[in-house]
């Protein structure tokens, strides 16, 4: 099993961009379809991007779609989220979380946090109004 690590979180005005990495120890990170989500305070874990292990499907929550990219580089063992046009709302915990899919390559997980296990311990990101 793989340990996830986020970072790159931070302070940003509304409107500014900002990127996460999340990087995974252990074998066969290239085997887990990956995603990202994200928690505001009081709230309820959301789902914010996933992709396939193969890089070449993703999905979005629709807040997010068309400001977010997620990507991914299995030879560093890490995966990215890109986010522009960021938002007041947009602030919260991110996680990046793992799905195990070795013979799937294209598989991109739905957006329910019980389909991913691991999960990193989260990476703060505020932006300011």
């Known amino acids: 099993q793989v340990q996830l690590l986020e970072s790159g979180g931070g302070l940003v005005q509304a409107g500014g961009s900002l990127g996460l990495s999340c990087t995974a120890s252990?074998?066969?990170?290239?085997?887990?379809?990956m995603a990202w989500f994200r928690q505001a305070a009081g709230k309820e874990r959301q789902f914010v991007a996933a992709?396939?292990?193969?890089?070449?499907?993703?999905n979005y929550a629709d807040s997010v779609k068309g400001r977010f990219t997620i990507s991914r580089d299995n030879a560093k063992n890490t995966v990215y989220l890109r986010m522009n046009s960021l938002k007041p709302e947009d602030t919260a915990v991110y996680y990046c979380?793992?799905?195990?899919?070795?013979?799937?390559?294209?598989?991109?997980?739905?957006?329910?946090?019980?389909?991913?296990?691991?999960w990193g311990p989260g990476t703060q990101v505020t932006v300011s109004s």
């Open positions: 992709i396939s292990w193969s890089g070449d499907n993703r």
């Open positions: 252990g074998r066969s990170f290239s085997s887990y379809a």
């Open positions: 979380a793992a799905n195990y899919s070795p013979y799937r390559a294209t598989y991109v997980p739905g957006p329910r946090d019980s389909e991913y296990d691991p």
